[in-house]
């Protein structure tokens, strides 16, 4: 099995060096890099050639929200996943317009964690219970823009993507099979005019479509 190659940005060295040891641990899994600023992010990542990217918001040279703007304007297709202490509005839409593929706080259990990063892989967009409870609120304080000709059942899918659901956990909540819901979110996409779950995210946060 081809291990998923992760690197690390995080201005604590102490959680770097737990964060990497964890995902060494793993059988489908590695640390390949792992740094204390994301100044030089897109520069790490050309020389790592991760699979993903565990991002820290709050560091003092070089900010997580920044660095992943930066990332993704070269590597679009490449899923950033924050990490941090901060579970407030600002960050989280920031980070998701930024282009992050998800949001965890770092009180995060390893397990969990483990998991999460797992389901980004599956191509889900994992966030901490919290940070969804958040995104769902704003959809719900905002007026409603136009609905992109998404029936009720897309809707339902788009939202459980926006919740941080993996394809496969789609499936089981919505009572369909796994190719069902590849068919729904292709649809989903060509509405949209997008091409990844990250892209559909985004547009449904911005444009309070579910």
Do not use: W
């Amino acid at each position: 099995m081809n291990k998923k190659r992760i690197i690390i940005f995080d201005d604590d060295t102490t959680r770097r060096d737990s964060l990497s040891m964890l995902l060494n641990m793993c059988p489908d899994m590695e640390c390949v890099g792992a740094f204390a600023s994301a100044a030089d992010a897109v520069t790490h990542v050309a020389q790592t050639e991760p699979d993903m990217v565990l991002m820290d918001i709050d560091m003092p040279r070089g900010n997580g929200i920044d660095g992943t703007s930066r990332i993704k304007s070269a590597y679009p297709l490449l899923p950033v996943i924050m990490q941090t202490v901060f579970d407030d509005n600002q960050n989280i839409f920031e980070a998701i317009k930024a282009g992050a593929n998800g949001y965890l706080l770092k009180k995060t259990p390893p397990d969990k964690l483990l998991e999460q990063l797992r389901e980004a892989f599956d191509g889900g967009a994992p966030m901490t219970g919290t940070v969804a409870i958040k995104v769902l609120q704003f959809f719900r304080e905002e007026p409603v823009s136009p609905s992109y000709k998404l029936s009720e059942r897309e809707k339902d899918i788009l939202k459980l993507l926006v919740e941080g659901h993996s394809y496969k956990m789609i499936a089981a909540k919505s009572n369909i099979a796994y190719y069902t819901v590849c068919n729904h979110i292709k649809k989903i996409y060509e509405k949209l005019h997008v091409n990844s779950a990250t892209e559909a995210v985004k547009i449904a946060i911005l444009q309070r479509l579910v």
